[in-house]
């Protein structure tokens, strides 16, 4: 039996873990300050493609896990028996412009081709009768099938009692045993930094903010650069701010304030909404943008997974089936885009 240690109990961690788990291995998950501590302990939980033009490996690894994430997020909550607040629900946008129509309507032929049949990138020439419907200076929208939600910190809770359920252990310390998985955020980015002597990562702040807004099941929304998720529970989530310099990780401020002011601009009805929650936390940034995963450089049985900025939710099964794949099996998949070995 392959044993695993993995630091951090943020959304990679935990999903290595399972994954590690359902194929057989021994798994401890180590986390001083416990689960979804970090950025996976957020509020809004938007799953949302890339343009489906023009198409590279990371756009098809990125599909690819979405399409994982429906099954992925039945078994955890079955194993749980808690909910993850996962559903695909869709995402509307209102187009601003006729430049922004014609762009829109030119990527219909990209979807059809590399999301195939099921999904659809459509452009819609009237408002959709949903109860989340910002107004279009065009008249049009756009609306995709592929974008999904979940609530973060439900997932988060319901894959660690799904990890637990399997025989996994989840603890704030102990030692490390086997094969060792670091997927400690925007921190352990900063020691790679340090420790090979190159700027490989560094943190985002992003602010969010929770409201007590019933739309469940309606599709989400972006709009003016915001995110408004509406969530299983009655609750819906605006977000988010990024913030390269900042004093404090986990103050909220005036930023958040403009950002609720931007989305009730856009949708009045939330004007009333009592406020549940204001959030702040600071995202992992890869240099690449793209997550970063695979063996650490010029260290033994240890790997990286990693650098999961504003996708991380949506990146994780499938990033947690490769490096799996690799640590197991000695199967190397991970989208070069991806990989570690272009920091040595």
Known sequence: MAELTIYGAGIFGLSVAWVALNRGASVTVIDPNGVGSGASGGIVGALQPHTPDPWNDKKQFQF??????APFWAEVDAASGLPSGYARVGRLQPLLSD????????RQSAALQNWGATFHWQVMS??????????????????????????????????????????????TKGPARGQTVWATGWTGLQELTK??????????????????????????VYVDGLHVIPHLDGTLAIGSTSERN???????????????????????????????TRWAGVRPRAQSRAPLIGPWPDRPDHFIANGGFKVGFGMAPKCADVLVDLMLDGQDSIPDSFHTKHLI
Do not use: M, W
């Open 246 to 276: 900042f004093a404090d990780p986990e103050t909220t401020d005036a930023q958040l304030d403009d950002l609720l002011a931007r989305a009730i601009q856009h949708l009045p009805n939330l004007a009333d909404a009592p406020i549940l």
């Open 64 to 69: 690819e896990s979405l399409l994982r994430a």
């Open 195 to 220: 420790q090979l002597g190159r700027a490989v990562g560094n943190g985002v702040k992003g602010q969010a903010i929770l409201l007590d807004h019933a739309a469940s099941g309606a599709p989400q």
């Open 126 to 171: 009237a408002a959709p009768d949903t109860p989340l419907c910002p107004p279009s200076p065009t008249g049009h929208y756009l609306h995709d099938t592929l974008s999904a939600i979940l609530n973060p910190r439900l997932a988060t809770a319901s894959l660690a009692a799904a990890v637990v359920a399997r025989g996994g252990t989840i603890t």
């Open 99 to 106: 430049r922004d129509i014609s762009l829109a309507k030119a």
